[in-house]
């Protein structure tokens, strides 16, 4: 089982407010990525970080903004939320094994997500 | 243009049969596939991962295999359980970023019925 987590697991809110998803990992990664999912599509990286104070978009535009001042948490924050930002949002963190040389072959692991609904 | 088609899109069928999920994919210059288990509502779990010179790799019911010449995948799950319901995502790496940039597929949704 992976040691990675995100609150909330649900969030319902209106137009406008500004909302931040937690996410965190004990397991020492320095990568972590976050992830847009609409049902029945593919994952879209929206931000990934190598490190602290390394923060990149992703592939996908988003308006989302995120930070990583310590290694185990990565959090992703929407100033102004609209009905556009509903989705699914996955964490994950990717690592070599403890004690072991970061490889291509690294595993993401990936947190239990959060549904995001904006009304 | 890199991209990972799944088929079927969905599948149902019966507990204790087998079944095969396909992947095709074009991304270029490839590092490895992994096969990703997604239950509902949660992230996904990694099942495997083969890298170019590997053709077969199990993790229990779950058989994976690559054709790195015809750039295909399968995953194979034998004697199938109530609890193999949910989607398989078929995940690339491509060789070319120290990201490790991965391409993912929209996963085919199983659905297993007793």
């Known amino acids: 089982e992976a040691d990675i987590y995100q609150t909330p697991r649900y969030l319902v809110i209106g137009t406008g407010k500004k909302i931040t998803l937690e996410c965190s990992q004990t397991?020492?990664?320095?990568?972590m990525y976050w992830y847009q999912q609409d049902p029945g599509m593919e994952l879209h990286l929206i931000h990934y970080?190598?490190?602290?104070?390394?923060?990149e978009k992703g592939d996908l535009s988003s308006e989302s903004t995120v930070s990583r001042i310590r290694t185990e948490h990565f959090p992703l924050t929407l100033e102004s939320a609209r009905p556009s930002h509903t989705s699914q949002y996955l964490c994950?963190?990717?690592?070599?094994?403890?004690?072991?040389?970061?490889?291509?072959?690294?595993?993401?692991?990936f947190g239990p997500g959060t549904r995001l609904t904006v009304l | 243009k890199n991209q990972v088609e799944q088929s079927p899109q969905s599948l149902i069928i019966l507990e204790g049969k087998n079944c095969t999920l396909q992947?095709?994919?074009?991304?270029?210059?490839?590092?490895?596939l992994r096969w990703y288990k997604q239950d509902t509502g949660r992230g996904p779990v990694s099942l495997t991962i083969?890298?170019?010179?590997?053709n077969t790799k199990s993790n229990g019911r779950y058989t994976a295999t690559l054709d790195a010449d015809t750039k295909q995948s399968s995953l194979h799950i034998t004697a199938s359980q109530l609890s193999d319901s949910a989607s398989y995502i078929c995940?690339?790496?491509?060789?070319?970023?120290?990201?490790?940039?991965?391409?993912f597929g929209r996963g085919t949704q199983l659905t297993v019925w007793p």
């Open positions: 994950a963190s990717s690592g070599p094994p403890f004690g072991g040389n970061t490889t291509s072959t690294d595993t993401q692991y």
């Open positions: 397991m020492g990664h320095d990568k």
């Open positions: 970080s190598y490190g602290v104070n390394s923060t």
């Open positions: 992947c095709n994919y074009t991304v270029s210059p490839f590092s490895n």
């Open positions: 083969m890298t170019f010179s590997e």
């Open positions: 995940v690339v790496s491509d060789r070319g970023s120290t990201l490790g940039r991965l391409y």
